[in-house]
């Protein structure tokens, strides 16, 4: 960049406003980026989300030639290599030992008052860096001076902006999250102009690291025109389609509902993958009938912990928490002062030691103290991780005793729980000839030393457990003046029925339930559980040795799950590749293979077609985003994906990046979808949504 180009103009300019029209343009730019979500509450997304529109011959090529690029222009490298450095400390969540000062302001002028003294940017040129010291205090000026000192036609703006996101995508994924999801539920003010203030902040670094950033688009322009074709890409996929899809949709059609019978217990189970071979185990284990339901069980709520104080909201992103439930102390007037004072003191002990480690002098200070005890229990941990969580578990019960807790639904007004009650039982078919136990089974996993462990919790309720939705759509309706309601409008609940939550742990498949039932019923259903359980840890481990022997499958998915080693602690969601949205008789007799999403649907129940609709435009929609993500992270890990666990490196505990200054990684690591370096074992297909409804009133089984 010349003196002659920064001189040619008023280095503040003041335009009260960006030129009419280019709001618009900003706007349109952001279209073709996917949003992604924080380590913490990871959420599956499809990372063509901005090309859903168009047909997946166009969208392939689309989004290649923005994101599929060989190599990007080595100025754009280093504008790139100055970004991140800056929004590594911006949007540093603990990680860094000295925040970023200002971010209150937002990260444009957050950034602002610090560019003038960043060398790299200005190499103490004085006109760089009286141009730095004179930006408007608005990005959408910024962004607009800047973009007219590139000398960027006004029809080629919108391109421009495009690139700007586009050769550094993973980032602008997470700022697009900020943006639009994270802002609307915490109505967080600092990033309400976050994605302007972004592209300002890159356009002007463009600006000052690159002699002709108009090269860009010509770069652009020619790169599209040596990008492959995708045809044999799309083909390959579409091969995988029918091989799959064909058989499935004739053993659909050549089921037929049975009679139905009065079962023992009744399941509901998330609609998740994992929760299918399980489901069947357990039902060729006794007389059960089981149900397929999101796994935030229809109630829209803020989950508050009123010992920690830790509130999170545990319902599908689509949706924003409508209410607050609080999970209180079990009989707290019962619980000693001390085992409460224990549980905060502990939290507060674990939050000391996390930030030691960060700070510049304790880590040498604790391997001085700690060094013996660090590293004897980093080799029990790595060659004995089944004694060593027995050990963790031990002193974690003898320093902080586990408190029961119980959901507290007193704010939900009784309209509403009456509503979400009848809209549960009335979408899976369950209105009648209800058993006397009837529980819903929410889930989760757990994996150690898992930078991606949220993501195999459960995406209805937002990268979390899901057991307690399960705990609080029981205990409603357990309550007696829900049940008088729903039997005015024709649902009669016997008085012998209970209704209990559980929570399905998908990595070892263990099932907790979360009230003590004294009845031979209960005692029965957890004997059964466990045989569940361990018939299919057999077939489980069978697919991942790739052996016949299943003998201790059980012991050694635990000890996959306790193995902070273990780069591949669960494959339950990969292969997935259909949604069945039908009632259970259509699918009880057959083997799946843990592929197929199960929602239980009752046509019946649903006259004018608004339960549909609700399964169509959210469950499924939550299993879409799942399945391309897995497709496009298989497709193209080292694009989409997130590289492999080796060499990956955590950012501002938010984030994924290969390296210490690689753009963020938004997708599943390479050892999620491949069963090795060139072998993938996820079957890289779209997903295919069944709808069927009942041929004739009839209760599955």
């Known amino acids: 960049m010349t003196t002659e180009i920064i001189n040619k ?37 499809n990372p063509l989300q901005g090309f859903e529109e168009l047909p997946i011959e166009e969208a392939l090529s689309k989004s290649a030639a923005y994101f599929e690029q060989p190599s990007i222009p080595e100025s754009m490298e280093r504008v790139n290599r100055e970004t991140i450095k800056w929004l590594k400390g911006y949007f540093d969540e603990g990680q860094a030992t000295i925040v970023m000062p200002q971010r209150d302001l937002g990260l444009y002028n957050s950034w602002k008052q610090l560019c003038p003294y960043d060398y790299h940017l200005h190499k103490k040129d004085p006109n760089k860096v009286q141009f730095l010291k004179s930006l408007s205090n608005t990005s959408e000026t910024a962004l607009s001076d800047c973009l007219s000192l590139m000398q960027i036609p006004i029809e080629e703006r919108e391109d421009f902006l495009k690139l700007l996101l586009s050769t550094m995508p993973g980032w602008a994924s997470y700022i697009k999250y900020k943006a639009d999801w994270e802002t609307a539920s915490s109505k967080e003010t600092t990033n309400e102009h976050i994605q302007t203030d972004y592209l300002a902040m890159r356009a002007i670094i463009t600006y000052l690291m690159w002699p002709d950033p108009k090269d860009l688009l010509l770069w652009h322009e020619q790169a599209k025109k040596n990008l492959p074709s ?151 941990r790595t060659f004995a991780p089944t004694l060593a969580t027995k050990i963790k578990t031990s002193l974690h019960r003898a320093i902080r005793q586990p408190l029961p807790f119980i959901p507290s639904i007193d704010e939900i007004n009784l309209a509403d729980q009456c509503t979400y009650a009848e809209a549960a039982l009335r979408m899976i078919g369950l209105t009648a000839d209800f058993a006397p136990l009837v529980v819903f089974c929410g889930h989760g996993s757990c994996t150690e030393n898992n930078a991606y462990a949220t993501s195999l919790d459960c995406g209805a309720c937002g990268g979390r457990h899901g057991g307690k939705n399960g705990h609080i759509l029981a205990k409603i309706l357990n309550e007696s003046k ?82 902070w080693a273990q780069v591949r602690p669960e494959w339950g969601l990969a292969r997935n590749a259909a949604f069945i949205i039908a009632p259970r008789s259509l699918t009880r007799s057959l083997d799946l293979e843990g592929r197929c999403f199960l929602h239980s649907y009752d046509h019946i129940q649903d006259i004018d077609g608004k339960f549909l609709e609700t399964i169509l435009t959210a469950p499924m929609v939550v299993a879409q985003w799942i399945n391309a993500q897995y497709l496009f992270s298989t497709e193209n890990n080292a694009i989409y994906g997130g590289g492999s666990k080796v060499t990956k490196n955590i950012v501002g505990k938010f984030g994924i990046m290969q390296g210490n200054a690689s753009d963020l990684m938004t997708g599943l690591p390479l050892q999620s979808v491949h069963s090795s370096d060139k072998t993938s074992y996820h079957e890289p297909q779209r997903l295919m949504t069944v709808v069927r409804p009942l041929r004739k009133v009839s209760r599955p089984f």
């Not at 406003?17 to 997304?45: F, M, R, T, Y």
């Not at 829900?482 to 039997?487: H, S």
Request: charged fraction near 25%.
């Open 9 to 45: 103009r008023t280095l503040r300019l003041s335009k009260p406003d960006i030129k009419k029209g280019e709001k618009e343009l900003i706007k349109e730019s952001w279209k073709i980026i996917a949003p992604w979500w924080p380590l913490k509450n990871l959420i599956a997304v």
């Open 230 to 380: 995708q045809d044999i890409r799309l083909n390959k996929i579409k091969e995988l389609e029918s091989e799959y899809r064909i058989p499935l949709l004739k053993k659909l059609a050549s089921q037929s509902l049975p009679i139905s019978r009065s079962p023992s217990a009744q399941l509901v189970f998330c609609i998740d993958v994992r929760s299918e071979p399980f489901r069947k185990e357990l039902e060729d284990s006794g007389n059960y009938e089981t149900f397929g339901f999101a796994g935030f069980f229809g109630i829209p709520a803020q989950i508050t912990d009123t010992v920690t104080g830790e509130s999170y909201a545990s319902c599908p992103v689509l949706l924003n928490p409508k209410h607050t439930v609080k999970q209180s102390l079990w009989q707290e007037k019962l619980v000693h002062e001390q085992d409460k004072r224990n549980y905060v003191r502990f939290s507060a002990i674990k939050s000391i030691y996390q930030s030691m480690k960060y700070t510049f002098i304790a880590p040498f200070a604790m391997v001085e103290y700690m060094g013996i005890f660090s590293g004897g229990w980093t080799l029990l």
């Open 482 to 563: 829900v049940r008088e309601i729903l039997k005015a409008k024709g649902i009669s609940i016997p008085d012998k029925t209970v209704f209990i939550g559980a929570e399905h742990n998908t990595t070892t498949d263990e099932v907790t339930l979360q009230d003590e039932i004294y009845s031979n019923t209960y005692i029965q259903l957890k004997q059964d559980l466990i045989k569940a359980r361990s018939k299919n840890n057999a077939t489980r481990q069978i697919k991942i040795e790739g052996t016949k022997n299943r003998g201790g499958a059980t012991d050694a998915l635990k000890k996959r799950s306790q193995d």
